[in-house]
């Protein structure tokens, strides 16, 4: 199984970008899916997720109506739609699926990490 992540770019602050996860070797239909991101010297970071069923969790309040993630099941593809983007989203964003949906405990950022694509570098200007 590979994921690959693209479509990152330098934007000014403000601005938008639309990244693409692609997967060989695995579907992404009512698989659970999700972004982290990572800027260097510093751990991975919870971005968003989106469940088999369609639901989304948002790791902080700050990405809401800003990020929205979604699902191309024809296309196999999942999106990350980034708005209103600021410099401290600068980071490497990765894309994140599990092979199954598992139960997770309430606060807990509800994916699993069973496989890992390549990370996209958004790098925002102020």
């Known amino acids: 199984v590979q994921l690959q992540a693209s479509g990152g770019g330098l934007v000014q602050a403000g601005g938008s970008l639309r990244l693409s996860c692609t997967a060989s070797g695995f579907t992404f239909e009512q698989k659970p899916v999700g972004w982290y991101r990572q800027v260097p010297g510093k751990g991975r970071e919870e971005v968003i997720c989106?469940?088999?069923?369609?639901?989304?969790?948002y790791a902080t309040d700050s990405m809401k109506g800003r990020f929205t993630i979604s699902r191309d099941n024809a296309k196999n593809t999942v999106y990350l739609e980034l708005k209103d983007l600021k410099p401290e989203d600068t980071a490497v964003y990765y894309c994140?699926?599990?092979?199954?949906?598992?139960?997770?405990?309430?606060?807990?950022?509800?994916?699993?990490?069973?496989?890992w694509g390549r990370g996209t570098q958004v790098t925002v200007s102020s």
């Open positions: 989106l469940d088999n069923r369609g639901l989304t969790t």
């Open positions: 994140v699926a599990d092979r199954v949906q598992r139960e997770f405990s309430s606060g807990d950022f509800p994916i699993f990490g069973d496989y």
